[in-house]
């Protein structure tokens, strides 16, 4: 088992402000606990290191919250269902690369996301499953060359336009 610190009735945790620490080490504190689950504000710390700070519902993330991975800094913002990244959200990794938009089972998923990278290139179109996927427009050195076109895989694939703007030239074709 592990232990609670905090209001309770009886054997369970209820009613106000309380902190579990569970067999693992991993440690939560709740603004709220209803019925022996958390609700509302809280603050988790993962034995490993990890962090999560937002919202509770019956136990679980549910609402806006941040986590940070303690292995990589890696950092998401956003919407949480279920316990998992869902929803609205931004991810911002260690690298310097961020991506914000639609998250489904805790993966970049949008129609119109859009990435950001560490060299300044930038990606805005469809995301499926983590990667550049369907149609999108990638900017790179600085905004000066730019890809328009289908992408699978994070990769160009299909039909596509390349552009290098300050000469006003394009190439079009299938990649």
Not at 3 to 13: D, I, K, P, Q
Not at 35 to 44: D, L, P, T
Not at 137 to 151: C, I, L, P, S, V
Request: glycine share 22%; proline share 1%; with cysteine.
């Amino acid at each position: 088992g592990g232990h609670y610190v905090g209001f309770a009735v009886g054997e369970e945790r209820h009613g106000g402000r309380g902190t579990y620490v569970d067999a693992r080490g991993d440690r939560l504190e709740a603004s709220r606990w209803v019925r022996g689950k958390a609700s509302g504000s809280a603050v988790k710390l993962f034995a490993g290191g990890s962090k999560y700070v937002g919202d509770y519902v019956d136990g679980q993330r549910h609402g806006m919250g941040c986590y940070v991975w303690a292995a990589t800094g890696d950092r998401y913002t956003g919407q949480f269902k279920h316990n998992r990244i869902e929803g609205r959200g931004e991810l911002r990794w260690q690298c310097g690369d961020v991506f914000t938009g639609s998250f489904v089972g805790g993966l970049p998923d949008d129609v119109r996301g859009v990435k950001r990278q560490a060299d300044g290139s930038v990606y805005v179109g469809g995301f499926h499953r983590g990667v550049a996927s369907g149609r999108g427009r990638k900017t790179f050195n600085n905004g000066q060359e730019e890809h328009y076109g289908e992408y699978a895989g994070d990769e160009r694939s299909g039909w596509g336009r390349y552009s290098w703007l300050a000469r006003d030239e394009s190439l079009a074709g299938v990649w």
